[in-house]
Structure formats: C-alpha cells, structure tokens
C-alpha cells in the first residue's frame, strides 16, 4: 500500500535545468573548458560536487573541485534572483497538494545543495507539505549511488516498499532501483537523452500519477 512518496526536485518539481545548464556553461568558460552536450547530459541528476570532481578529472585540472563548486553556485544564484519566468513544471503543485491531502508522507531527495533546495521551496511555498528534504550535495556519494533514496526512504517512516520515487534522470532511476524502491521515470519534454528502461512505469505528465491512479501500484 502507498504511504509515502519521494520526490526528486529538478525535472520534476520545477525545470532550472535551463538555470543550470547557463551557470555551468558560464562556470565552464570561466574555467576554459570544452564540455560537450554529451558529456554534459551525462551529468543529468547529479551533484554539482560529483560533477566538478569529474571534470577536473577529465580535463587534467589542478584545481580544487570546490573551486569550480563556488563558481558554478555563484553563477546560478545571479540567474536565480532574476529570472522572474522561472515557475513550477505543469501539474507539480496540484500533484503534491493530491498526495499531502490522501495523508501521503511527502519527502525531497534531491542532488542540488540544501540552499538551492531551500530557494525553490521558499519561493513557491512547499515547506508545509514535505515532512523532510535531503540534499545530495551533503552525502558522500551522488546519484546513481542510490543512498539518497535509503536515507529518503528512512525519513518517511515507511518501509521502502510503501514508497516510490518520481525521477527524470538516467541516473535518478538507477539511483532509486538500487535502493530497491518502486520507481515513476517522469519522461517530460524538458528531459534531453535520458534512458529510462530500469523504471518500473514512464509517464509523460504528471496527471497520471494523481494518489487514485497510483495507490494501488504497490
């Protein structure tokens, strides 16, 4: 039986990959880096820590991650506060008021930072409905890893199969079936070259997965 659902927060709550994509792409030039679109897409639903490891892996760099770390969030802070078009994705509010009035236990595993969380949570006023959040950027590991999702799963106060997760990445949906948790692939049109042949259902709206059509899944 449902009791609990754990959400991921971009691509599925709110679309800032566009944010994302221009501060990484400012980070990038301010590092001289050539980052395909590949590559880049590759990264899709991890942490900004894990992913600035990476690069200076790849690229043979001798900074500090943490300096490409800073620069990435400074950059998306400045885009953040002004862009004024940015707003939830089509139907994410109306889903999660669905769940938190069925008495769902509501739960954020996301890979941003707690701050970015924090920011997208207070603009749209979502802190009254989730009993916790949990931020990537404060685990040792990132997505597909899937201990974001044992430790979500463990803050709802449910077993893990009374849950299910709703991902847009490749890695996300890895992440939550690692973790054995019952899984949503949120295929939307703001997904780019995600695989999503390890969820357990694909949707394309959120509409179809309001609490009556997904209460009986478990």
């Known amino acids: 039986m449902l009791k609990a659902v754990i959400f991921d927060m971009d691509g599925v709550i709110v679309n800032s990959e566009p944010l994302h994509h221009l501060a990484y ?3 990038f030039k301010e590092f001289k880096l050539e980052v395909s679109n590949s590559l880049y897409e590759s990264f899709t639903g991890q942490s900004t820590h894990s992913i600035c490891k990476q690069l200076c892996e790849i690229f ?3 900074d500090d991650p943490n300096l490409l770390v ?3 969030r400074k950059h998306f802070k400045v885009i953040f506060d002004n862009d004024t078009s940015f707003q939830m994705i ?3 509010l109306e889903l999660i008021q669905d769940y938190f009035d069925n008495k769902i236990t509501l739960v954020l595993a996301s890979s941003a930072s ?3 969380i924090d920011r997208v949570f207070e603009k749209f006023d979502l ?3 989730f009993k916790s959040k949990i931020s990537g950027a404060d685990l040792k590991e990132s997505k597909p890893n899937p201990e974001i999702f044992v430790k979500a799963a463990k803050l709802t106060g ?3 199969e009374e849950c299910i997760v709703i991902e847009d990445s490749t890695n ?3 992440a939550a079936k690692s973790a054995g948790i019952y899984c949503v692939g949120y295929n939307s049109f703001n997904s780019k070259n995600q695989n999503y042949d390890n969820a357990n259902i694909v949707i394309t709206d959120l509409n179809e997965i309001k609490f009556k059509k997904v209460s009986e899944l478990l």
């Open 114 to 116: 707690m701050t970015n």
């Open 70 to 72: 800073q620069s990435k």
């Open 25 to 27: 792409k400012n980070m």
């Open 60 to 62: 043979n760099l001798n």
């Open 127 to 129: 802190n009254k409905y």
């Open 90 to 92: 089509d139907g994410a």
């Open 158 to 160: 449910h077993s893990k």
């Open 172 to 174: 996300g949906i890895v």
